[in-house]
């Protein structure tokens, strides 16, 4: 069963503005993870934020988490049509098996120009 | 993509005959995994490798075998091949330690059962 589950399934925006998308999660977690798939490709990964920590940067992507609520968002600025991808988060589970990550189903993001 | 092939990157193939997929890497990883990617269902583990000769099974392993035999190769087997099995299949694979973490993905296999 799938431990993330990204909202919204799709979101269009024009060139320039911001995209966020979340992502909630039903069970403690070591870390989280998202991750770009452009079409046809394999995944890619982008940043990783663990369960004791709020928020992190990567260049253009800001990443929050709230374990309190179990969830996480990627907010992309100034998005650019290279943007347009699908995205997914990914758990990991607390101890051993820390290796193992569970995806959500992505959101699919379209950059107009 | 990092060092991390896939072959063959597509295959169509009749029900019921056997099929395999392989995955090959060149970092020396110690964990391997395969996935299948389904609209409607994202990605979901099939099995993983731990180390040469130690696998286990994922989320959705029924009709599905894997072997790793050296370090770098990771083989999925459809034992006799069903059209539910129609599906992109991805190979990944992640380090030891801090590097384990976080997964390498392969290019894809596309798979389609007639």
């Known amino acids: 069963s799938q431990q993330g589950e990204e909202d919204p399934q799709a979101l269009s925006i024009q060139e320039g503005e911001n995209a966020t998308m979340n992502c909630s999660y039903k069970t403690s977690i070591n870390n989280l993870q998202w991750y770009r798939q452009n079409s046809g490709r394999g995944l890619v990964h982008l940043i990783l934020?663990?369960?004791?920590?709020r928020e992190k940067h990567s260049g253009r992507l800001r990443v929050t988490l709230d374990t309190s609520k179990k969830s996480s968002s990627l907010l992309i600025t100034a998005s650019r049509a290279a943007d347009t991808a699908s995205y997914f988060c990914a758990t990991a589970p607390p101890g051993a098996g820390s290796y193992q990550l569970t995806f959500g189903k992505g959101t699919k993001l379209s950059v107009i120009p | 993509d990092a060092g991390i092939t896939q072959s063959p990157r597509h295959k169509v193939t009749e029900t019921g005959t056997p099929v395999t997929l392989r995955c090959h890497q060149t970092e020396n990883h110690r964990y391997m995994y395969w996935y299948r990617q389904d609209p409607g269902h994202g990605l979901r583990l099939i099995h993983y490798s731990y180390g040469v000769k130690d696998t286990d099974k994922g989320e959705v392993s029924d009709g599905y075998s894997v072997s790793r035999s050296k370090t770098e190769d990771f083989l999925l087997t459809l034992e006799s091949a069903t059209s539910s099995q129609t599906s992109v299949y991805f190979c990944a694979i992640s380090g030891s330690g801090a590097r384990e973490e976080t997964q390498y993905f392969g290019p894809g296999t596309r798979l389609l059962v007639l």
């Open positions: 934020i663990r369960s004791n920590e």
